[in-house]
């Protein structure tokens, strides 16, 4: 991998972690939310303790990390240990720059829909460029290896309601955890978007009675390759030729015109394929991480 790309994609962890800090401390610490994870935690101690963040986030994420490498191996590299640093620094420097009461809005509804967006953006480019941040995507796997009958899904989504639930016990207030619950559903949303790609594709899976007609013209007029698939009719019992092509999102009404130019009786099924590699689309060496 070339010098500039490894610096590319640590610039960006960091950027990530950046976003990460920005959430936790400028909407959702200081209303309480903990929208699950080490970080969320770290909310909780902070709200109790008045530990910082950035200390609780190292001081559980290092022997997590440790643990991991042990039990796991050392899959986990570099760029966690790095993504883990970063966010804990950003959380010192956001700190010592507006101090620990800074908050950007007291409606809670707000901080946790932005403070969710955040965080979503910020993880998901952590994630997408090879680091985690530690926490309970660790501490699930982790779990997993000793209950292999939970998957560290399970595992992760069990700790993170543990999580919401205290920070609720807390602040005594169901609405607490209410309102992290929606931090944590609109990060993990955001953060499953960014790691899969911004740039969907569409297949499409086309029957007609003229397939060589249609995918000649797929080819001249849209560039694209066409795939053709033995089909047999179970009603009928004929046998026909399927033509599968998958083009991006911007050829989609083009490719739908042109079907039904050429047979106005095509069958045509369209489904949203997340991420497509190879010629025409994105390279397999610039894939998700």
């Given at each position: ?13 960091a ?10 401390h ?9 929208p ?5 935690v ?19 994420n ?17 760029k ?29 509804l707000l ?8 965080m ?11 680091g ?15 209950f ?25 207030r ?9 931090a ?7 953060t ?29 007029e ?8 033995e089909?047999?009719g ?8 399927m ?10 009404a083009?490719?739908?015109?042109l ?10 099924m ?5 991420e497509v590699?190879?010629e ?10």
């Amino acid at each position: 991998m070339k010098k500039t790309t490894v610096l590319l994609e640590y610039a960006g962890i960091a950027l990530g972690s950046a976003l990460m800090a920005f959430a936790l401390h400028f909407f959702l610490e200081p209303n309480t939310i903990a929208p699950g994870g080490v970080t969320g935690v770290a909310v909780v101690i902070q709200r109790i303790t008045g530990i910082p963040m950035d200390l609780t986030n190292l001081v559980i994420n290092i022997p997590l990390f440790l643990a991991g490498i042990m039990i796991l191996g050392k899959a986990f590299g570099a760029k966690t240990a790095y993504a883990t640093l970063m966010l804990s620094l950003f959380l010192r420097l956001f700190s010592m720059g507006f101090g620990s009461t800074v908050t950007l809005t007291s409606d809670i509804l707000l901080a946790a829909v932005y403070g969710g967006v955040a965080m979503g953006v910020g993880l998901g480019l952590v994630f997408r460029l090879g680091g985690t941040t530690g926490g309970t995507d660790l501490a699930g796997a982790i779990l997993n290896h000793y209950f292999p009958s939970l998957s560290t899904a399970k595992m992760m989504m069990i700790l993170d309601l543990m999580i919401v639930a205290v920070a609720g016990l807390v602040e005594r207030r169901v609405e607490t955890a209410l309102y992290s619950i929606i931090a944590l559903y609109i990060l993990v949303k955001l953060t499953d978007f960014i790691v899969e790609d911004l740039s969907y594709a569409k297949a499409f899976y086309i029957i007609s009675d003229k397939p060589a007609v249609i995918s000649q013209r797929i080819i001249s007029e849209l560039s694209r390759g066409v795939t053709g698939l033995e089909a047999k009719g179970m009603y009928t019992g004929s046998h026909r030729t399927m033509l599968l092509c998958v083009v991006n999102r911007a050829e989609v009404a083009k490719l739908k015109k042109l079907v039904y130019e050429v047979d106005s009786d095509a069958f045509m099924m369209v489904t949203t394929i997340h991420e497509v590699l190879g010629e025409g689309f994105k390279e397999v060496g610039n894939s998700s991480v």
